[in-house]
């Protein structure tokens, strides 16, 4: 399972096979769209080898970077 979080909230998720780290057909493109480059900051991103529950989500996004 693969998920986007979003300000601690799941954006996206997607069921897949061990070591796959594709989104759809696509690779997963950080700061980048399919308009363009993203324009804006990023402050915190972080890709896990397995999906965080939940609680472990909220823990995190409550530490200071």
């Known amino acids: 399972m693969k998920c986007i ?12 096979g061990p070591n796959r780290l594709k989104w ?10 399919y308009s363009g480059h993203f324009h804006g900051l990023m402050d915190d ?11 472990e989500i909220n823990f995190l996004i409550k530490q200071k970077p």
Not at 45 to 55: D, E, G, H, P
């Open 5 to 16: 979080y979003l300000n601690g909230e799941l954006d996206a998720s997607e069921n897949v």
């Open 24 to 33: 759809g057909n696509s690779s997963i493109r950080i700061g980048e769209e």
């Open 45 to 55: 991103i972080r890709i896990y080898n397995r999906a965080l529950s939940k609680s």
